[in-house]
């Protein structure tokens, strides 16, 4: 059964730094592309970095750009999303997905396999 677990979620202050991974299990790593997605509590989730599976394609959501960076190491089977400059606004659980294909994919629906997520706080 494909597995996505995420780690490195926690409290930090505004202006901080945190660095999340996702280890994949149980599926061809580097066929899949990866998503980050976050949900913050009455909201829907939404979109925040996806990366291509060869790791050339990037995007981002607007509120993102300039602060996260997104990244995969093929051989260790793991995706990451770096945070700076946090913000509250950022405060959210926030999950990996994985789609079988080439393409870097921002949309929530399209992707195959959800982790359990992690939660991220950011103190003013």
């Known amino acids: 059964q494909v597995q996505l677990v995420e780690s490195g979620g926690g409290l930090v202050q505004a202006g901080g730094s945190l660095k999340l991974s996702c280890a994949a299990s149980?599926?061809?790593?580097?066929?899949?592309?990866m998503g980050w997605f976050r949900q913050a509590p009455g909201k829907e989730r939404e979109f925040v970095a996806s990366?291509?599976?060869?790791?050339?394609?990037?995007n981002f959501a607007d509120s993102v750009k300039g602060r996260f960076t997104i990244s995969r190491d093929n051989a260790k089977n793991t995706a990451y999303l770096q945070m700076n400059s946090l913000k509250p606004e950022d405060t959210a659980v926030y999950y990996c997905?994985?789609?079988?294909?080439?393409?870097?994919?921002?949309?929530?629906?399209?992707?195959?396999?959800w982790g359990q997520g992690t939660q991220v706080t950011v103190s003013s």
């Open positions: 997905a994985a789609r079988r294909t080439a393409y870097s994919i921002m949309a929530t629906s399209s992707y195959d396999y």
């Open positions: 990366i291509s599976w060869s790791g050339s394609v990037t």
């Open positions: 149980k599926l061809a790593f580097n066929n899949y592309a």
